[in-house]
């Protein structure tokens, strides 16, 4: 089974609808990510967790919200979609004390595809 | 300018071929430096960390240069399979910053 898993995997809906994206871990760790990657371009981190008590805003927060639910998972609600929030959004855990070479290492869900028409 | 900038290519090369890919910085304190992989539209994976002394796993060798704020990534005898996205990632207290990634397609 995958370490990192998302839901939906794909999404197709329409603009000004409320999208719930939703990831869930196995690893254990505490640090919980949502990126978004749109065409050509890197990552850009939206929303970032390092426990249960802690969210921060990342890099692109408007337009999103994300809860902590627990350890194991970290959910990403668009609140009202519009179609340049079409993209490819990944989520991710890591852990600061992955040992020699892992320290801070991002270990990726499948990604979840979504169109806002 | 972006904290993180990368050659974004495309490199096409033959197999066999060395191909090196290049990576700078801004943030001067940013604590570890990563290469991952990406296919086509999927999950990035982790490729190597990059240190100071250099590492090398196989075909790869990763370098970090601190002075100069540089990354680099070799790849040697390159292989149909290393198709894909190379993407640098610096990360500074728990938060990873990616470049937009570098396209290599090895060609035969």
């Known amino acids: 089974d995958a370490d990192v898993t998302q839901t939906p995997r794909n999404r197709i809906t329409k603009t000004g609808k409320r999208i719930m994206l939703e990831c869930s871990q196995t690893?254990?760790?505490?640090?919980m990510y949502w990126y978004r990657q749109d065409p050509g371009l890197g990552l850009r981190l939206i929303y970032y967790s390092f426990d249960v008590k802690d969210i921060n805003k990342g890099e692109i927060s408007d337009g999103y919200s994300v809860s902590r639910q627990a350890q194991a998972k970290f959910s990403l609600s668009l609140e009202s979609a519009i179609p340049n929030q079409t993209a490819l959004y990944f989520c991710?855990?890591?852990?600061?004390?992955?040992?020699?070479?892992?320290?801070?290492?991002?270990?990726f869900g499948p990604g979840t595809r979504l169109t806002v028409l | 300018r972006k904290e993180v900038e990368q050659d974004p290519g495309p490199f096409n090369v033959p197999e066999g071929a060395t191909v090196a890919f290049n990576c700078t910085y801004s943030?001067?304190?940013?604590?570890?430096f990563f290469w991952y992989r990406q296919d086509c539209r999927k999950e990035p994976k982790l490729l190597m960390s990059v240190y100071s002394s250099g590492n090398e796993d196989g075909r790869f060798t990763a370098q970090l240069n601190r002075a100069s704020q540089y990354i680099s990534l070799l790849i040697r005898d390159s292989k149909l399979s290393d198709s894909a996205t190379y993407l640098c990632v610096v990360n500074n207290a728990g938060k990873s910053t990616f470049g937009d990634g570098t396209t290599l397609t090895v060609k035969p």
């Open positions: 943030n001067s304190a940013s604590q570890s």
């Open positions: 991710a855990t890591s852990d600061p004390g992955g040992g020699a070479g892992r320290a801070d290492t991002q270990y």
């Open positions: 690893k254990g760790h505490d640090r």
